[in-house]
């Protein structure tokens, strides 16, 4: 150990930091990330205080699980589920009316408001109703573009 403590410089754990942290970026999990600056810091501290290695190795062993822990703790739970692309309940219960059928259980509708950006939509019954032209209908939830329709 006496030849780590003399041959690792500080700057290898910054070196060794920059290279985890930019590991991310081919490793996208968020957590690789905490062991580079685990080790950006272990080299500032043996900058500042010409610390040896194996004290090097627990502080950052130590400091990349407390990260870790701290970032599964405090900022895991405050990230919530995107909701790109996905719309179930966003505009459920929208009415509108069935304008023609297409066959094969697809219809054209208009509806009062715009859904997902636009008012006319090919549209599927919910439940495999029978729609007719002319029929009031209400958004039950969208499925990317499908959007499903019960009879209002």
């Not at 490793?27 to 990330?33: G, L, Q």
């Amino acid at each position: 150990m006496e030849f780590l403590s003399q041959s690792v410089l500080w700057w290898h754990w910054v070196v060794l930091g920059i290279a985890l942290s930019a590991a991310e970026i081919l490793i996208p999990s968020f957590i690789v990330i905490w062991f580079g600056v685990a080790a950006i810091v272990v080299g500032a501290v043996d900058y500042f205080f010409h610390t040896g290695f194996t004290t090097e190795l627990y502080l950052w062993s130590g400091l990349s699980v407390a990260l870790l822990v701290a970032y599964w703790k405090y900022f895991k739970k405050a990230e919530k589920p995107v909701s790109v692309g996905q719309s179930e309940g966003e505009y459920a219960d929208i009415p509108g009316i069935v304008l023609e059928d297409l066959g094969e259980g697809r219809y054209r509708a208009r509806f009062d408001l715009p859904v997902l950006g636009d008012r006319v939509w090919v549209v599927e019954s919910e439940d495999g109703q029978r729609l007719e032209e002319g029929d009031p209908i209400l958004v039950s939830r969208v499925y990317g573009q499908i959007i499903k329709v019960k009879k209002a």
